[in-house]
């Protein structure tokens, strides 16, 4: 992490390919001197060395070589064909505009583009790139916060592995149960990538605002601290009425600033819908309990939800129905498990929201334990499913058997509820409430 003008930099990696497509917008130089004119651009790899071309050139590049814009604030670059949404029902590809240096590194024989760029306009970014520009100002100061926060806690968590900290076993494999946790994996090249799997980050491809750029500058190096260190800082776009453990989704361990929260103003403090329950869950699940997140306000949703994003209409409660050959074919498919026809999906735990962490598949030719959140969730979509918090109904239509998922939330639940904290921040909430409502024995610290 390099320092300029005391706001730090880091290192994002945009995207992967055995060749990648770019276009310099205006002139760039190297560490020599090089000069880059404007325009169009190929990195290939033959799997061991880099090279770049142009209309004018075609030499080795070094992977320690940045390319530097002349001018910061002027200067940009596309990046074309990236995939936004890997691996969920909104993957595509599009072109992007950065700001900042430009990068290449080998990883698997692959060319990964990177992006060296100042902390603060990284947010600028993740901020119009999670959310619409257009939110209100104190939803923007809270999630640039959070954001920040975040970001921060993975680079302070990858110096502590550096210096030996003790890693966590993440999948534990028998015959008769898989439990996986998807904690991002540090990347070993550089801070972050800029998909969902970090944060989006989609450089100036999202139009940015006034208020994004305020948002930002006046929460410039403030986290949010959890006794001496900094929080990690997790949200979703939906917790369905309760937020859920760190420990049940990400990792075997515990925070006290990412607890289970009840996402109304009425619920007192400390109070406990007892979702761990399978009796409670369910009557929770079917119901419409008042939220935060419960909302179907257009004006709302849209500072939330991208264009993409909007796609999903049906969020805070919503229902996924399977034939039983479907079911069975998806699985086997997602798992590489042959159950044979699945007879049963039934839950044997369940976090503070609801969510499942661990579930049995029972199928004709093999019965199974499967979990946490995202491994069930990526088990029973050909995505991945809105959330674990779900009931399962079998029945019988037109002699096929059937089974009826219904279920509550966006996403794994940790942290802040964005579109929770939206409805908030249209109440009149500053963000400093937004944030101590879902981080709770937090305080704010500038630390740069």
């Known amino acids: 992490m390099n320092v300029t ?10 995207c992967s390919g055995r060749v990648i497509s770019f276009t310099l917008n205006t002139g760039f130089r190297d560490h020599s001197g090089k000069i880059f004119r404007k325009g169009g651009y190929l990195a290939e790899t033959d799997s061991k060395k880099i090279i770049l071309k142009s209309n004018e050139l075609s030499f080795e590049y070094d992977p320690g070589n940045l390319l530097v814009p002349f001018n910061d604030k002027r200067s940009s670059f596309t990046v074309h064909a ?3 949404g890997v691996d969920f029902h909104w993957q595509r590809k599009e072109d992007q505009i950065f700001k900042g240096k430009i990068g290449f590194i080998t990883e698997e024989g692959k060319i990964t583009a990177l992006n060296v760029i100042s902390i603060d306009d990284y947010l600028t970014s993740v901020i119009s790139s999670e959310m619409n520009a257009a939110s209100s100002l104190e939803l923007l100061k809270a999630h640039a916060i959070v954001s920040r926060s975040w970001l921060m806690s993975q680079i302070e968590k990858k110096r502590n592995f550096r210096e030996g900290a003790k890693r966590f076993n993440s999948n534990t494999v028998s015959d008769s149960e898989i439990i996986r946790w998807y904690d991002r994996e540090d990347h070993k090249n550089f801070d972050v990538c800029a998909d969902d799997h970090c944060q989006r980050y989609q450089g100036i491809t999202r139009s ?60 007192s403090s400390g109070s406990d819908p007892g979702l761990e329950k399978e009796e409670n869950a369910v009557k929770w699940i079917m119901s419409n309990p008042e939220a935060f997140c419960n909302t179907h306000d257009k004006k709302i949703l849209s500072q939330v939800l991208n264009n993409y994003d909007q796609e999903t209409t049906d969020f805070f409660r919503w229902k996924v129905k399977y034939t039983q050959a479907e079911i069975s074919d998806l699985v086997k498919k997602r798992t590489g498990i042959d159950f044979g026809s699945i007879t049963g999906l039934i839950p044997l735990e369940r976090g503070k929201s609801g969510r499942i962490t661990r579930l049995k598949i029972e199928g004709t030719l093999r019965t ?26 079998k029945k019988t239509e037109n002699e096929e058997i059937c089974f009826i998922l219904r279920g509550a939330g966006w ?7 964005q579109i929770g904290a939206a409805v908030m921040g249209e109440r009149g909430y500053s963000f400093k409430q937004i944030l101590h409502h879902y981080f709770k024995n937090t305080r704010l610290e500038k630390i740069y």
């Open 5 to 14: 003008r005391n706001i730090p930099e880091i290192k994002v990696g945009i």
């Open 82 to 84: 990236v995939t936004i």
């Open 208 to 267: 940015s605002t006034k208020k994004v750029v305020e948002a930002v500058e006046d929460t410039s190096g403030i986290v949010l601290m959890s006794d001496e260190s900094i929080c990690d800082t997790r949200y979703s776009k939906c917790c369905g009425g309760v937020t859920e453990l760190f420990g049940n989704v990400w990792e075997p361990v515990e925070h006290a600033c990412l607890q289970a929260v009840v996402d109304n103003p009425g619920y």
């Open 368 to 393: 199974m334990i499967i979990g946490k959140e995202l491994e069930i969730r990526k088990s029973l979509s050909p995505s991945h499913l809105y959330s674990s918090c779900f009931v399962v109904e």
């Open 411 to 417: 996403g794994h639940g940790v942290g802040m509820c």
